[in-house]
């Protein structure tokens, strides 16, 4: 008994002298030196910990963090400090908010003296940092070794070198290293990650707990021992032990005073260091509320003031004036107007987004923006009567501007189409010659451009006025090209000749109503009849010649239509040539295309088909009568009989002297081997041929008829030979899914009558890629799956979607979120975005101008804009 008790005396007296120096050793001197160190300790763990969860949450890794640093280079002190104190904003965690002073104050316990912080530096300071959930042991090696002591309930460990079963770790408590195992023997985990909160001061709380819960646990047991030996023994050598005991307890209950000391030290500075960093978190919060709030008022005020003047350059101007302002004066006046309207548009975009910031905001400080709210509500009602005010003021411009430049736009258009035919450079050519090799082309480029045309008295002017009709928001290369293509569809039926002159024509023929058209000359008038005539090529079938595009009746024949265009509606193969050509090149979803030739309908020939079943394995389905033979006309084999009562199959023709090879089944087909006649048997009157099983393959002798006149075997009708295989389909249909493959010689038997199946028609078109600037066609058929559709430069919102100011939606504002019904003009796009892996439109309205860039489709693949 004294021997357990003076064992355990000292081993609990050892660990209280070790908690106690590692309690001395973090309070320090006693100078408020070892508090400040502390609250560096706290600032630290609650960035680490940020740090943690946010590599966690993005799967990023810290030499991804370390490159934001200082661009993946070493890094000093004032660089690490001002991305430290960014950390709190970068990972959404309050408790790791620093001012720049706290956190250059952390700079050298996480260099360790150095001159500069590398990568290395950071992934030590991320290393995983673990709880003890279950008390442990700690070694001084991985494998066997010696017990150091022992990791308890609620210690933190920082992880050095990862382990089966035993893993290296820092031990927080003082600084000390060890081996301790990750599971308990009931195979349970030791320890789990550690939170903001877990660092050295929890570390030696924890200990010091679990220490004195052992020597309260120690000292009970003496006094318990001491009290059963008093009771069982008043004389004797037991007798003596007594004392003794008691002794061990007092000592025992004097270190439990001193810890108890220890603990309410401990609880002293945590709670003192709770209130520090608390009341360092408000200050933060409340500077930092304060500076989004003087933030957010600055910036609504500057972007409204910005709008409003430039509303007010805006003249109200009555219907008189505006008469007396021609074309290129009108279209300037509009100009300003829209850039106006536009101004005025984003920056209610913008001050919508700020204060939907405000009341995203949340916490304590929230008071604290009350007043800027209210600031930014006036902006906000400041912006929508300056809307207003500048929409009816340009009421009256906008009328004139539709009825004067629209109508010299037209002829201007007219006259440059003209004279770009005249010139027989292709519409490629002519952009790439007039951007220089750019994505799109400029005012004064174009201007240049219709410079170098023949035969035109198209001023610099009118140019414009073009340019502002097909790319007032930037010429692209798509824009360009229905710029100067023309394009016109077919109102009336009318006959296409191949000359102008009409009484000294041939035919080419007739174009039906709906068909496009492309002008490639004229329109030429005839003097007397007063008929204008065009030539161009009919998509159709890309038959050339001259069309009347309106009677001397006053019939119009030809109306224009926009320049037809494509989209893809799923990822498909565009082939070399039509039908069945090797792929061009693979279209992607949402991907426009140019429109070269058709659609024209595609009639198929007639498919026929058997419904079989394979006299091998009795597997049915249905065959195509072409793939039998390579004729649509298959005939029936010959060498086939079936079996109509069971008979046996010999090795030989003597049924004296054969042997059985097998019996045959009652409906078994059975194969004639080589050309053979009948032979009989003249001593038994019976009749006998070779056969070959189509079952299993077995050869023999099998009676055709019996003496008694029994038919055992009979002559098929209705068995074919595939000759070189041909697959077995589940449905009378080219495109349904193979049964099996039937092998080349097999036999099926047909199971009815033969079926005449005729596939609908399908569309050929041959089309050109606008982004992979390839060619290709593509046949399919009719109806709502097919692979293309329309696509217009008009689409209608078919989901909730917001429009924001720059093409890659995270680097831009929401303007605005376009809801189910809304029409919008598409004035570029649409474009891959690779970020989020859609395409992207230009959207923009009579009304407000451009608006803003929108996804096609959502995040599921869902469409939000659809042609109209």
């Known amino acids: 008994l004294l021997q357990d008790a003076d064992e355990g005396l000292k081993t609990l007296a050892k660990e209280a002298e070790s908690a106690s120096q590692a309690l001395a050793k973090m309070l320090g001197s006693g100078d408020g030196a070892g508090h400040a160190e502390l609250l560096c300790q706290v600032r630290l ?28 280079k070493p890094a000093g002190q004032a660089e690490f400090s001002k991305w430290l104190s960014k950390v709190s904003e970068l990972t959404g965690e309050e408790d790791a908010a620093l001012t720049q002073e706290q956190a250059e104050l952390l700079w050298p316990r996480v260099c360790g003296g150095k001159a500069s912080l590398e990568a290395a530096d950071l992934k030590l300071l991320l290393r995983p940092r673990l709880v003890c959930t279950m008390g442990t042991s700690a070694w001084n090696a991985q494998q066997e070794g010696n017990e150091l002591g022992k990791v308890e309930l609620g210690e933190v460990v920082e992880v050095i070198k990862d382990g089966d079963p035993r893993f290296q770790c820092l031990l927080s408590r003082d600084g000390s290293t060890a081996w301790v195992e990750a599971k308990t023997e009931t195979g349970k985990s030791a320890f789990k990650t550690a939170g903001a909160a877990a660092g050295q001061v929890q570390s030696i709380d924890a200990f010091v707990k679990a220490i004195s819960s052992r020597c309260s646990d120690a000292a009970a047991a003496a006094d318990a021992k001491a009290a059963q030996v008093a009771a069982g023994a008043k004389h004797g050598p037991l007798s003596e032990v007594r004392p003794k005991l008691l002794e061990v307890s007092g000592k025992l209950k004097q270190e439990l005073a001193g810890l108890d000391v220890s603990k309410k030290k401990l609880a002293a500075v945590k709670a003192a260091l709770d209130q520090d960093r608390q009341a360092e978190l408000k200050t933060l919060r409340e500077e930092r509320c304060k500076a989004f709030a003087e933030k957010s008022v600055r910036e609504g005020t500057e ?52 204060i939907e910031a405000h009341e995203a905001h949340k916490g304590p400080s929230r008071n604290l923006l009350l007043e800027a709210r209210v600031e930014l509500t006036k902006l ?120 102008y002159e009409i009484s000294s024509s041939s035919t080419v023929r007739k174009m039906e109503k709906m068909e496009c058209f492309e002008v490639l000359e004229g329109p030429r008038e005839d003097a007397e009849t007063k008929v204008q005539r065009v030539r161009g090529r009919a998509l159709r079938d890309n038959a050339t ?220 078109m041959q089309a050109r890629s606008f982004d992979q600037e390839k060619v290709g066609w593509i046949t399919f058929a009719k109806g709502p799956s097919a692979p293309l559709r329309p696509w217009t430069q008009r689409v209608r919102c078919q989901a909730p979607v917001d429009l924001t100011s720059a093409f890659v939606a995270s680097e831009g504002a929401v303007m605005k979120q376009a809801t189910p019904g809304e029409v919008f003009e598409v004035i570029e796009g649409p474009s891959f975005e690779s970020s989020t892996g859609v395409r992207r439109i230009r959207c923009a309205t009579a009304e407000h101008g451009v608006v803003g860039w929108a996804s096609l489709r959502d995040s599921s693949g869902s469409l939000t804009m659809e042609a109209m």
Request: net charge neutral; charged share 25%; aromatic share 6%.
């Open 380 to 499: 906000a009602s400041r912006v929508n009567s300056a809307e207003q005010r500048c929409r009816t003021a340009t009421e009256a411009l906008r009328t004139a501007h539709t009825q004067v430049v629209k109508s010299a736009t037209f002829v201007a258009k007219r006259s440059l189409r003209q004279s770009f035919r005249q010139s027989g450079i292709s519409a490629d050519a002519a952009f790439a010659k007039a951007s220089q090799g750019g994505a799109q082309i400029s005012r004064s480029q174009f201007q240049k451009f219709v410079s170098t045309l023949p035969d035109h008295e198209v001023s610099d002017e009118q140019a414009s006025l073009v340019y502002d009709d097909v790319g007032r928001y930037g010429l692209s290369k798509l824009s360009f090209m229905r710029a100067m293509q023309e394009y016109v569809v077919c109102a009336l039926q009318v006959t296409m000749t191949d000359s």
């Open 545 to 764: 010649g001259w069309v009347t595009v309106k009677g001397n009746q006053g019939s119009a024949f030809l109306k224009p239509k926009p320049k037809p265009l494509l989209v893809a509606t799923a990822e498909t193969d565009m082939l070399k040539s039509p039908g069945t050509g090797s792929p061009a090149f693979r279209l992607q979803v949402d991907e426009v295309l140019e429109l070269l030739e058709g659609p024209r309908e595609e009639s198929l020939e007639p498919s026929v088909f058997l419904p079989a079943k394979a006299a091998k394995d009795g597997v049915e389905g249905y065959v195509l009568q072409s793939e039998i033979s390579g004729s649509q006309s298959a005939e029936p084999s010959d060498k086939f009989y079936v079996c109509r009562s069971a008979i046996a199959m010999t090795d030989g023709f003597d049924l004296k002297s054969c042997k059985v090879v097998r019996k045959v089944a009652a409906g078994e087909t059975l194969e004639v081997l080589q050309d053979q006649a009948e032979k009989a048997d003249a001593g038994l009157a019976i009749t006998r041929l070779k056969f070959r099983a189509t079952r299993d393959s077995k050869e023999g002798w099998v009676t055709i008829k019996g003496n008694q006149g029994t038919v055992y075997l009979e002559a098929s009708s209705s068995h074919y030979i595939v000759e070189q295989g041909a697959p077995l389909r589940a449905a009378a249909a080219l495109d349904a899914d193979v049964v099996r493959q039937l092998d080349a010689s097999e036999a099926f038997e047909s199971q009815g009558e033969a079926i005449q199946v005729t596939p609908d028609p399908r569309l050929v």
């Open 45 to 72: 763990q609650g960035v680490v910990a940020a740090l943690q969860v946010h590599l966690e949450k993005t799967g990023s890794k810290p030499d991804l963090l370390f490159n934001d640093i200082a661009g993946g």
């Open 303 to 354: 972007t409204v003031d910005t709008a409003e003047t430039k509303a007010a350059e805006v003249k109200n101007l009555k219907p008189e004036e505006l008469k007396e302002k021609g074309p290129v004066e009108l279209e300037a006046l509009k100009r300003r107007a829209d850039e106006a309207l536009g101004s005025l548009a984003q920056a209610k975009a913008v001050v919508a987004k700020l």
